[in-house]
């Protein structure tokens, strides 16, 4: 589920760069990838984040409070408890670890201004490929109908050493948004439905 929802993102993304700016190379502008003070191992179709890359990073997950769904629903034979989706809240880092920090600033505007321009993101509105270029191979793991909202989150400038001291990694221009699962559905079998129990309180002994 996470990673279908940052692939989808990161698919999007290097589309946009490559069709709005005319950018081509052997590796994609943009990948998932981890930040650290060495070099990291790549997934497939990501190179490494050492340089010359945009990178978007998961640095923090929260449950969204405010999107939690009651988990008794009703049935035929009366309530009954039934698991709801998990709204997340995933904090992203995007980055720009060029060579050149004329061309890493370049690159994150670049970045940003399509977040900007397309911060909502569903099965509708995106491309067919970008659901399927370097989805997950279980189809559990895939996402079928999603609503995917991306904020950019201001951190203040303590709570930025704190990620960049998590993290482990020279500080670089970056940006920090919030990614927000509002609605996703997968292949994922439909949950089992426990019936609900009837709670009685114990009877009071008769005073005499």
């Given at each position: 589920?996470i990673?279908?929802?940052?692939t989808?993102?990161?698919?999007e993304?290097n589309?946009q760069?490559?069709?709005?700016?005319?950018?081509s190379?052997?590796h994609?502008?943009?990948g998932?990838?981890?930040?650290?003070?060495?070099p990291?191992?790549?997934?497939?179709?990501a190179?490494?984040?050492?340089?010359?890359c945009?990178?978007?990073?998961?640095v923090n997950?929260q449950?969204?409070?405010?999107?939690?769904i009651?988990?008794?629903?009703?049935s035929?034979?009366?309530?009954?408890?039934?698991t709801?989706?998990l709204p997340?809240?995933l904090?992203?880092?995007?980055?720009?670890?060029?060579?050149?920090?004329?061309?890493?600033l370049?690159?994150l505007?670049?970045?940003?201004?399509f977040?900007?321009?397309?911060?909502?993101?569903?099965?509708v509105n995106v491309?067919?490929e970008?659901?399927t270029?370097?989805?997950?191979?279980h189809?559990l793991?895939?996402?079928r109908?999603?609503?995917?909202a991306?904020?950019?989150y201001?951190?203040s400038?303590?709570?930025?050493q704190?990620?960049w001291?998590?993290?482990?990694s020279p500080?670089v221009?970056?940006?920090?948004?919030?990614?927000r699962?509002?609605?996703?559905?997968?292949?994922?079998p439909?949950?089992?439905v426990?019936p609900?129990?009837?709670?009685r309180?114990p009877?009071?002994?008769?005073?005499?």
């Amino acid at each position: 589920m996470i990673a279908h929802a940052m692939t989808i993102i990161v698919n999007e993304l290097n589309h946009q760069l490559t069709e709005a700016y005319g950018m081509s190379g052997e590796h994609a502008p943009a990948g998932l990838r981890m930040l650290n003070s060495g070099p990291s191992s790549p997934a497939t179709g990501a190179e490494s984040a050492t340089q010359e890359c945009l990178n978007l990073t998961l640095v923090n997950i929260q449950e969204d409070a405010a999107l939690r769904i009651s988990p008794v629903a009703p049935s035929h034979s009366g309530s009954a408890y039934q698991t709801p989706p998990l709204p997340l809240n995933l904090h992203v880092l995007l980055t720009a670890t060029h060579a050149s920090y004329t061309q890493a600033l370049l690159m994150l505007g670049r970045a940003m201004q399509f977040f900007h321009a397309q911060a909502l993101f569903t099965e509708v509105n995106v491309r067919r490929e970008s659901l399927t270029q370097y989805a997950p191979a279980h189809a559990l793991d895939r996402l079928r109908e999603f609503k995917i909202a991306f904020d950019l989150y201001s951190p203040s400038l303590q709570e930025t050493q704190q990620v960049w001291s998590s993290l482990g990694s020279p500080a670089v221009p970056a940006a920090l948004y919030k990614l927000r699962l509002l609605t996703f559905a997968t292949d994922a079998p439909d949950t089992k439905v426990l019936p609900m129990l009837e709670r009685r309180l114990p009877s009071k002994p008769d005073q005499n």
